[in-house]
């Protein structure tokens, strides 16, 4: 009986193995069927804004080459000339790129972090893009966003910026004490300096916190469409429509 027992343990710990090895096994082989597509991207990206040195780290933090290639099919097709970024970073650079390109236009990237600031200021200088690029040192401070406070990027840099025709949401990280939407205010802050017809892409939309956020915007406002993205991190893209507007009840 106890030889039977002992067996039966070891049958049992070698099938928790087995079942271990096949599950890491599956993760690896989804992992690098997403890294070949990344790579596939990074390609597809490099053909089309033809940079003149190696882009910046992608994935992990920064954006993923698939993300970046969807925002530079829309700089491309829609040729907008005022793109305002929350965050910075190699989106940046893929903007600047573009805007290169169309010969006309200017993005200028929100980044509450100074060493990360200063990084990106760096970075497009190496690339030589600072006609079409600029970023705002601009900290995360105190705002009334629908009556309640949050944290948002100080705005005071760009006062007088209107006529946005791309906004890119990449920030600011969440805040461990605060809310949990920590992307949210931008919309609230910023709909009305956007432009007829103006595009948001916000990154990270697979997660719940970014879920919650669209769907927030969809109900706060009339006109405004949305479209999903299976990126890597997912990503979803609000179109304004003609008869965007603040829905009365939202007020």
Known sequence: VYKRQVVGYVLVRLMLRINRAESQLSELRQQLVEDSRQAEALASL?????PIRPLPPTRGWAMSPDILCHIASLMLEHKPRVVLEA??????IVIAYCLKQLGKG???ALEHDPQFAAVTKEQICEHGLEKFAR???APLVAQQVNGQ?????DLSEIAG???IDLLVIDGPPAIT???LEARFPALPLLHQRLAPGCRIVLDDADREEERRIVQSWLRQYSGLTHQHLACEKGA???NLESDFSLNPDSE
Do not use: E, F, K, R
Request: proline share 6%; net charge negative; no cysteine.
């Open 46 to 50: 490099a053909a089309m804004i033809d």
């Open 87 to 92: 965050s910075s970073g190699v989106s940046t």
């Open 106 to 108: 200017n993005v200028i």
């Open 135 to 137: 970023v705002i040192h």
């Open 149 to 153: 406070p949050m944290q948002w990027y």
């Open 161 to 163: 910026l209107d006529g």
């Open 177 to 179: 004490d605060g809310p």
């Open 236 to 238: 979803s893209i609000l």
